[in-house]
Each structure stands twice: as C-alpha cells, then as structure tokens.
C-alpha cells in the first residue's frame, strides 16, 4: 500500500502569514507524530495522535502551533503569524498503535519563512 | 529526560569497506528501545535497525548490525561491505518503553543530531 504523504512538499511564505501542512498516514495505522527537523539537527517530536484525540503535545514549541487530526486519519499542522525561526522541514510519521509498533515516515514538508 | 549523542558529524568510508558510527544515550529507564534511521537527500527517514534494551543480544540485519553496551549506554552502527548507496545522514535515536498512566509517554522518538556518511568509490 501507499506510503506517508505530505503536502505540500515545498511552502515558502511570509513571516507573518498562516500555514497549514498535511499529513495523510498509511491506511489503519492509528497513532500519528509530527516531528520538526531545522538545519543539520535530527527530528525533533512535536505532537502524537492517538486516533483523533492529542494524546501528547508537549513538544509544541508555542500557541502558535496546532495540530488536528478530526476523523483520526488525516492530520494538519496550523502554524499562526509564522517567523523565519519555524523554517524547517516538517515530517510526519505513523504507525499501528503505540510502542514497540514501527514509526514510518513522510517525505516531510520544507517550509521557508522569509 | 532522555538525549542521544552523536559525536561525528561526519564521517566517510570507502565502498566495500566497513565503518562504525557512533551513538551514546542518557536515561534513567532499564526498558527502552534504540534505533538507526537512514535519511538520504529525499528527506525520507527509513528505518535501518532496532534494538529492544532487555536483549543482550545484538540486532543484524544483513550488512548492518549494532553493539549495544547496556552499562554504557552505547549503541554503535556497523556498516560492512559499504555500498554507494548507503550514503546518507544517520540518526540514532531513543524510544522508552514506559507507558505513563495516560499511554502518552513512550511513543516519541528522540534523535540525535546525526551523522553524514560520505561512501568513496
């Protein structure tokens, strides 16, 4: 079956603006992350899905971030008055459920702030 | 909270030869699980190797295989008969295996900075 997908796979916007990045998982998996990864760092975690509900969102930097995942498939990270700090490549990752299951990852989304 | 180490930022291997890249890790957990994620230039992470911490035994998985020092909180990647194609950034990472008694702790990876394999043909 298909893989993680990410859209869109490249966003440039203004500081300032409002983003929205997509994240489809591979079909029954559950559990949902998002992961931030800057320049030359290894992934960072941000928020974990478990079904529809945020199961841990502790790593959400600040309010300006959000994420959702309404029908437990599909999920959106919403970044507010973005700042060319928040430019970084965005990954996605699902797996079955929770550990030791798998994560598998997206492609990820890079997102340039300027 | 937990951190992982990787102490080369790059590194470089002729094809066909073996290198070892080097990872450590802080934690105050006895079960816990360590992994290697590929990432080559498409962004995405692919899973090279698992290691489960109550395992003496060390994970393989065909030219790839660890040495997991427990008491020392190491985890080093062996790579044998280098291959161009394993060129790529290496990240280790740490996933506990407590669950807290909301299930929400245990299920994040944390990576460290990485390693950049360069393969010479």
């Known amino acids: 079956g298909a893989g993680v997908s990410q859209t869109p796979s490249n966003k440039v916007t203004e500081k300032g603006k409002y983003v929205e990045l997509r994240c489809d998982p591979i079909?029954?998996?559950?559990?949902l992350y998002w992961y931030r990864q800057s320049l030359g760092q290894g992934p960072e975690f941000l928020i974990y899905?478990?079904?529809?509900?945020?199961?841990?969102d502790s790593g959400l930097p600040n309010d300006r971030f959000f994420a959702v995942r309404p029908e437990g498939s599909v999920s959106t990270l919403k970044i507010q008055r973005t700042e060319r700090g928040d430019s970084a490549v965005y990954l996605c990752?699902?797996?079955?459920?929770?550990?030791?299951?798998?994560?598998?990852f997206g492609p990820g989304t890079r997102l340039t702030v300027t | 909270a937990q951190t992982v180490t990787q102490s080369q930022p790059e590194m470089s291997v002729q094809e066909a030869e073996t290198v070892t890249l080097s990872c450590t890790y802080d934690?105050?957990?006895?079960?816990?699980?360590l992994f290697w994620y590929k990432q080559p230039p498409s962004r995405q992470m692919i899973l090279v190797i698992r290691?489960?911490?109550?395992?003496?035994q060390n994970a393989t998985e065909n030219r790839f295989s660890v040495n997991f020092q427990k008491a020392a909180k190491s985890f080093s990647l062996k790579i044998s008969d280098s291959q161009l194609g394993d060129a790529a950034m290496y990240f280790c990472?740490?996933?506990?295996?407590?669950?807290?008694?909301?299930?929400?702790?245990?299920?994040?990876?944390?990576f460290g900075e990485g390693t950049q394999l360069t393969v010479n043909p």
């Open positions: 990752a699902s797996s079955q459920g929770r550990i030791p299951y798998e994560q598998y």
């Open positions: 079909s029954g998996h559950t559990a």
């Open positions: 899905f478990q079904g529809t509900g945020a199961a841990d």
């Open positions: 934690t105050s957990e006895s079960d816990y699980y």
């Open positions: 290691q489960e911490a109550y395992k003496q």
């Open positions: 990472a740490y996933r506990s295996h407590y669950l807290s008694p909301k299930e929400t702790s245990g299920s994040r990876l944390t």
